[in-house]
Nanobody, 115 residues
């Protein structure tokens, strides 16, 4: 069983910064991808950024240049540094892990950007 525990969400003002963390634990092997998705009010869940074990990181156009994803493979942890936050970044952010053909999700952490 794999568990993903997120932390770092909260309330921030426009143009502020937040750093999200997600630690994976349990029976983990051969992680293919770790990353972040988000779901804003009244919206569908969307990709924010992913960091494959092999290959380049991918960002959505809406966060490119403002957010940075990084991984600590030794600790099975993924981070999301969010800078220059905008009100439209308000959402529940979900950690994501893909391994051996299975997908796992965290419980979500709320990020609210106030103007």
């Amino acid at each position: 069983q794999v568990q993903l525990v997120e932390s770092g969400g909260g309330l921030v003002q426009v143009e502020g910064s937040l750093r999200l963390s997600c630690a994976a634990s349990g029976s983990i092997s051969s992680i293919n991808v770790m990353g972040w998705w988000r779901q804003g009010p009244g919206k569908e869940r969307e990709l924010v950024a992913i960091a494959p074990s092999i290959g380049r990181t991918i960002y959505s156009d809406s966060v490119k240049g403002r957010f940075i994803i990084s991984r600590d493979s030794a600790r099975n942890t993924v981070y999301l540094q969010m800078n220059s936050l905008k009100p439209e970044d308000t959402a529940v952010y979900y950690c994501y892990l893909s391994a051996l053909g299975r997908n796992y999700w965290g419980q979500g952490t709320q990020v609210t950007v106030s103007s």
